[in-house]
């Protein structure tokens, strides 16, 4: 694989987006009801400061990578922090480019609007996803901790 194309997502991605977050969902073995689906896709393409963006991967036409982000204020700067949540590759694309594209391209949105802080999150087991985040950006070392 060489040419990588990133671009924000458009309408008629839907169906190659789907398809893209229900593999990611799968690999995380979630499942999310339709009306979830619908309203991603509709935050997706909704104005506003704090509304999710999405970018998708392409090569020879084909998506093969996505991802979710969305900024959100911070009590310790100015500028806003970006929160990367969702990075997927499809299987046969990985270790390709793929998803340091994604990533070089959600810090370079971010950059365009003057936010220095991209970060995101992985599971502990993600061992294919962490080589590439141990390689493109620091750990922090912070833990995670969820209220249920």
Not at 38 to 56: D, M, N, Q, S, V
Not at 63 to 81: D, F
């Amino acid at each position: 694989m060489t040419d990588i194309t990133i671009r924000p997502l458009e309408l008629a991605d839907h169906a190659e987006w789907r398809r893209l977050w229900t593999a990611y969902l799968d690999f995380y073995n979630t499942v999310l009801p339709e009306k979830i689906y619908e309203l991603a896709w509709k935050r997706l393409f909704t104005e506003g400061e704090f509304e999710p963006k999405g970018l998708i991967a392409v090569v020879d036409g084909k998506a093969v990578g996505l991802t979710h982000y969305l900024y959100h204020r911070s009590g310790w700067s100015e500028a806003n922090n970006c929160y990367l949540q969702d990075l997927f590759a499809d299987p046969a694309a990985r270790g390709k480019g793929v998803g340091a594209a994604l990533i070089a391209a959600v810090k370079a949105e971010a950059t365009k609007l003057g936010v220095t802080n991209v970060y995101w999150m992985t599971h502990e087991t993600n061992a294919t996803a962490r080589k590439l985040y141990d390689r493109v950006a620091r750990r922090t070392g912070f833990i995670e901790y969820d209220l249920i």
